[in-house]
């Protein structure tokens, strides 16, 4: 909603509400909300930017439902590759996905603050097996509601390959997991966030071998550019 200042008690960059609505009287200049979360954000924003990156890492996410063997993949092609790997942070977070909006932030940051720290001792490349995208997916769908900090977080990370893994694997619980009902519906809302945002990307799919094939050529050529 833009900067609001809040009865002159500050400047705060967007607003966030659960469940009810905020009603505003930009009239007479005073703010009434019910239930409603402000979220300030210049400082920690700036202390990430301030952070930087790495220059001359590349970066690849690896991005899709479920249970579709990214995190496996990152582990394995990070010791081909001599190089480090980002694991989804939010599991350090939650063991449950009885969460909450501050959760959620808190693992946005988070997510983000690690690649930008692991791009430091990366070699060359840096696998990621999560991203802010994959994050405000999970948001809305356990939440209906997705802070935008978690917009303003995925903008401060650019990633030079995308590989969205298929669903044509086996699906395996593992505590946290619990969409293995969905897998179809949940594949093409990850594959339709990549396009409406015009990102290209490489699918994934195969038996193991195959998978690991498809990443690895586009990954050399990516670094012999």
Request: with cysteine; net charge negative.
């Amino acid at each position: 909603m833009g900067y609001l200042d809040h009865c002159g008690c500050g400047s705060y960059l967007y607003v966030f509400y659960e469940g009810d609505k905020v009603c505003c009287n930009r009239i007479s200049g005073f703010l009434f909300y019910c239930r409603l979360w402000f979220v300030e954000l210049d400082k920690r924003v700036q202390d990430l930017q301030s952070t930087g990156m790495k220059e001359n890492i590349k970066l690849i996410c690896f991005y899709g439902p479920e249970s579709t063997g990214k995190t496996t993949m990152a582990i394995e092609l990070a010791k081909l590759y001599q190089t480090e790997w980002v694991p989804e942070v939010a599991r350090e977070f939650i063991n449950t996905n009885d969460f909450t909006a501050d959760d959620i932030v808190k693992i946005g940051y988070a997510q983000t603050q690690r690649i930008l720290d692991e791009s430091k001792v990366a070699n060359k490349i840096l696998f990621c097996d999560s991203d802010l995208i994959t994050t405000q997916i999970y948001s809305n769908h356990y939440l209906g509601v997705v802070p935008e900090i978690l917009y303003q977080l995925e903008k401060q990370v650019h990633y030079d390959l995308y590989f969205l893994f298929d669903i044509d694997t086996e699906w395996v619980a593992d505590g946290l997991r619990d969409l293995g009902h969905m897998r179809k519906e949940m594949y093409e809302i990850f594959k339709n966030e990549l396009e409406k945002r015009n990102i290209p990307y490489i699918k994934v799919q195969g038996d193991w071998e195959e998978r690991k094939q498809i990443i690895k050529h586009a990954i050399n050529l990516l670094i012999d550019k």
